[in-house]
């Protein structure tokens, strides 16, 4: 029900002015927000029944029939809404409809680009964090529990790119440096300002490290919420100056911007000597180590229950002071996206809390009945523009195969890639890891912070010279 209503409310507002009513966009819509949810549910008398549900998702009842059309571009299998039967590039009907919706408003032209062509799910997925705060549900009375009136919140509309991470210790760096340099105080702001004049997404909240150096220094710009990451790579700003300056190009507007994007970079970089920023960005997974089979222990359930939820509350705040992004926290399973710097830290401080919420619940419960619990992790280092799905995948191999299987679980595992391939891998179980932590820090130090370029660029051969392997 939840669920109807939010579609509902996101269709309401974003693709009903150009829908109608009885037609076949409408018709795609509700068959595909109707019909996507699975739920599984099981009953029994016995307390100790822990693997019901996984043999009634291991039970497939929810097949969903083949849908024809044009496919969504983010969810395979999924017809697109604007209903075409032909796929191609020239496919007015397909172009029409999307030119449409994203004619509506800049923020939904911003949000769906003009090569995506979405299903219901997909375009509910992508809009609703813009009418989340004007939800609201009835739920009525089931048997002993009361009706209920469900309420959205204010969201983010936008979350940190993985290009605006991986620079960001660098930006902060720079912004500390200006308390002493007038002519990099000069260049940030103007490097703000010139970049909130591009066409640029929100970076969304202030990262934390960052929001500290504006602080110390009392810097009073925008503090680097509109900015496209990419744009503080001197790189990328030459390549966009070159497609700008071509004969007929859209953004040709955009070239005397950029140039100056580009002069206000030099500067920063001559005057505080810092360089370039890091290219590379860290993904953290994270996952309980065998919690699930503990649960036929009746008399260990609600203690694993108040670790887990407890454990889940204090996952954010974790992240949050590590100025990562967290994509979500649910049980025992954590991924978030963090500057490369904080990566490590993170983890632990993770594996920290993971270990304290169960030792309070264990100090309720006799020694025969202790909750064993262990969680594992895994970090992978890339290039910001390595494609973030294929990390994504190769993380879950690597908290799976690597942490897991080949290292014994209770550990964490790293992987360093470089543009042409994996560079190191590391593994090994908490004790050693905190070791690394200290001596990275104090490399770090040493390095007066530049980890990406002093440390996690030679991580093999540090390890090998450490023992650590």
Request: charged content about 20%.
């Amino acid at each position: 029900t939840a669920w109807r209503n939010m579609a509902e409310l996101v269709g309401e507002k974003d693709i009903a002015p150009v829908v109608q009513a009885n037609s076949p966009q409408r018709e795609i819509w509700e068959r595909q927000i109707n019909h996507f949810w699975e739920i599984s549910w099981c009953l029994s008398a016995d307390k100790n029944a822990s693997n019901l549900l996984d043999r009634r998702k291991n039970w497939r009842t929810h097949v969903l029939a083949d849908e024809p059309g044009v496919k969504c571009s983010l969810m395979e299998g999924y017809q697109e809404l604007s209903g075409a039967l032909k796929p191609g590039k020239q496919n007015r009907e397909v172009q029409g409809f999307w030119d449409a919706v994203r004619g509506q408003k800049i923020e939904i032209a911003r949000d769906i680009r003009e090569d995506e062509h979405l299903c219901a799910i997909a375009f509910v997925k992508r809009r609703f964090v813009h009418h989340f705060e004007q939800l609201k549900v009835e739920l009525s009375a089931v048997g002993r529990n009361p009706a209920k009136t469900l309420h959205g919140w204010k969201l983010p509309t936008s979350v940190p790119s993985i290009a605006y991470l991986a620079a960001a210790p660098w930006l902060a760096a720079t912004i500390k440096a200006s308390a002493e340099n007038e002519k990099v105080q000069e260049a940030i702001s103007s490097l703000e300002r010139g970049l909130r004049l591009l066409d640029t997404p929100w970076e969304g909240r202030v990262l934390e490290h960052i929001q500290q150096v504006c602080n110390q220094v009392g810097y009073k710009g925008g503090q680097w919420k509109q900015v496209d990451g990419q744009y503080l790579y001197p790189q990328t700003v030459l390549q966009d100056i070159k497609a700008a300056e071509q004969q007929g190009s859209p953004t040709k507007d955009d070239a005397p911007i950029l140039e100056a994007v580009g002069k206000h970079l030099t500067i920063i970089r001559r005057e505080t000597g810092l360089g370039e920023p890091s290219p590379f960005y860290a993904i953290l997974l994270m996952d309980g180590d065998s919690l699930g089979v503990q649960m036929s222990d009746a008399a260990k359930q609600q203690g694993i229950s108040n670790g887990l939820n407890n454990f889940t509350a204090g996952v954010p705040n974790i992240v949050e002071q590590h100025s990562g992004f967290l994509v979500y926290a649910s049980g025992d399973d954590v991924l978030a996206i963090l500057p490369q710097p904080f990566a490590l830290a993170c983890a632990v401080a993770i594996q920290q809390h993971y270990d304290a919420c169960f030792e309070d619940e264990n100090k309720k419960l006799d020694a025969k009945h202790q909750i064993t619990t262990s969680i594992s992790g895994a970090i992978n280092f890339a290039h910001y523009k390595t494609p973030l799905t294929r990390i994504l995948q190769d993380s879950h191999a690597l908290l799976d195969n690597v942490a897991k299987d080949a290292t014994g679980r209770n550990s964490l595992a790293i992987r360093l890639w470089k543009p042409g391939g994996l560079n190191a891998e590391w593994a090994a179980p908490w004790p050693y890891v905190r070791a690394l932590q200290v001596i990275s820090q104090q490399v770090a130090e040493h390095l007066q912070g530049d980890l990406a370029r002093g440390f996690f660029f030679k991580l093999e051969t540090v390890i090998n010279d450490l023992g650590l392997t």
